[in-house]
Structure formats: C-alpha cells, structure tokens
Nanobody, 122 residues
Framework: QLQASGGGLVQVGGSLRLSCAASRGTVSTAGMGWFRQAPGKMRDFVAAINWSGRSTNYAGSVKGRFTISREKGKNAVYLQMNSLSPEDTAVYFC?????????????????WGQGTQLTVSS
C-alpha cells in the first residue's frame, strides 16, 4: 500500500516536497509515478521515474519546476515542487508502474494509495 504525504497550503511561488512510501513491498527499485486530480477533472500524469532511477518523465506543465527522485536507502519516492501556481492545486497520488519504465500512461499504474492535497493560494 502506497501512501502519499507532504501536501498542504502554499502561496504562489512557493515550494513543497511530496513523499510516497510503501508500507509493504519496495518502491526503491520500481517504476513510480505521480499523478494529480483537480476537482471535476480527470487524473493527470505529473512525473515518473524508471526502475533504475536514471530516466524520468514530466508533464509539460511541470517540466522545469517539479523533480521526481529517490534517495538511496529509503523506500520512498519524492516530488519536489517549485514555483507553484494555483493551477497546481489538486490531490496528488503516487502509484507503481507495472512496466518499470516510468511511463506517462494512467493504465500502466497500479497500487494507488491515498492522495495528498496540495492547495496553492494566490
């Protein structure tokens, strides 16, 4: 079971880091992804990292502002978010990528955990 955490209320231009940890299994060598869902909208791809950590993918709207990463020795994946805007307001979810490649496709992901709410105020 994956658990996303670290959300909160941030002002425009602020930064926040989300964490995704597994209560069972490992995420340290799995393809992992972050998605987000705003009220009334579909769940959208945000960022992904492949099983080795050497390849990442980003949605165009967050490229250059968000960074997905792992830390050695920690069974967690992170999403560093900078230069936040109100358009980033959403519930953020992490999930495991079945392919291991860190794809952008929603259907490749499973083991969805509870999300964490990010609200960016103007």
């Amino acid at each position: 079971q994956l658990q996303a955490s670290g959300g909160g209320l941030v002002q425009v231009g602020g930064s926040l880091r989300l964490s995704c940890a597994a209560s069972r299994g490992t995420v340290s060598t799995a393809g992992m992804g972050w998605f987000r869902q705003a009220p009334g909208k579909m769940r959208d791809f945000v960022a992904a990292i492949n099983w080795s950590g050497r390849s990442t993918n980003y949605a165009g709207s967050v490229k250059g502002r968000f960074t997905i990463s792992r830390e050695k020795g920690k069974n967690a994946v992170y999403l560093q978010m900078n230069s936040l805007s109100p358009e980033d307001t959403a519930v953020y979810f992490c999930a495991t990528d079945r392919t291991g490649y860190g794809t952008t496709r929603l259907r490749d992901y499973h083991d969805w955990g509870q999300g964490t709410q990010l609200t960016v105020s103007s």
